[in-house]
């Protein structure tokens, strides 16, 4: 096989892998954005919560009274955390689509170098 040949056969073989990576980064980059949406969900519905519990005043008893703020300082606590799982959340799928943008990016210097190839074999076809 014409040393040509030969870079075409590997140049694909690079094209192949990319796109593989790509797809695969796609994914990642989705179910990363899908949980981020779901964890942004759960910290609103939480604030939501808190933020009720918080302006609830009809409590007349003191057990209610106790119940309530033991509620609210609970719901504090969960707001926070949940919260914090949103933003590391945000920073993983941010991390995941600058993956995808790389791959997306490689991607296409493979195609590049292949159609590059395959000018230069059909410029010069006595050589192959």
């Known amino acids: 096989m014409a040393p040509d040949r030969k870079k075409l056969k590997r140049v694909q073989l690079i094209q192949r892998i990319r796109n593989v990576e790509r797809m695969q980064s796609a994914l990642a980059a989705s179910e990363a954005e899908a949980v981020r949406e779901r964890l942004s969900g759960v910290a609103e519905r939480t604030r939501s919560l808190a933020t009720h519990y918080a302006t609830r005043e009809d409590d007349?008893?003191?057990a209610d009274l106790r119940?309530?703020?033991a509620m609210r300082d609970q719901l504090?606590?969960?707001t926070k955390l949940s919260e914090?799982?949103?933003d590391e959340a945000e920073l993983q799928s941010r991390t995941?689509?600058?993956?995808?943008?790389h791959s997306d990016l490689r991607l296409r210097k493979a195609g590049e170098n292949?159609?590059?190839l395959v000018r230069r074999i059909a410029a010069c076809p006595e050589k192959n």
């Open 60 to 62: 007349a008893v003191g």
């Open 67 to 69: 119940g309530s703020k």
């Open 76 to 78: 504090q606590k969960l």
């Open 84 to 86: 914090k799982q949103a």
């Open 96 to 101: 995941r689509r600058e993956a995808f943008v």
């Open 114 to 116: 292949t159609r590059e």
